[in-house]
């Protein structure tokens, strides 16, 4: 038997959940990736913390440059 690729479960483990969510967030996912992560998040509450989690923290920190940004420079004198 020649040696081919394993097929690509529908249903994604947690580990490739995290790396496509933290993907998802740099990049616009593929629809199969997104229906895959979508589908998983509907029955592990800890991935669905995870990925709710990595949204908020991004926000927070385009919300921390933005505020950083708008003080303008510090002097010291």
């Known amino acids: ?3 081919t690729p394993p097929r690509r ?6 580990h490739e959940v995290h790396q496509l969510t933290m993907q998802g967030l740099d990049r616009e ?3 199969v990736q997104r229906l895959r992560v979508r589908s ?3 029955i ?4 669905t ?3 709710g989690q990595m949204r908020l923290m ?6 921390l440059g933005r505020d950083d940004g708008a003080a303008g420079p510090r002097r010291e004198g």
């Open 1 to 3: 038997m020649p040696d």
């Open 9 to 14: 479960r529908l249903m994604p483990t947690c």
């Open 29 to 31: 996912l593929g629809w």
């Open 40 to 42: 998983h998040l509907t």
């Open 44 to 47: 592990c509450d800890a991935c």
């Open 49 to 51: 913390r995870f990925a």
């Open 58 to 63: 991004r926000a927070a920190m385009r919300h």
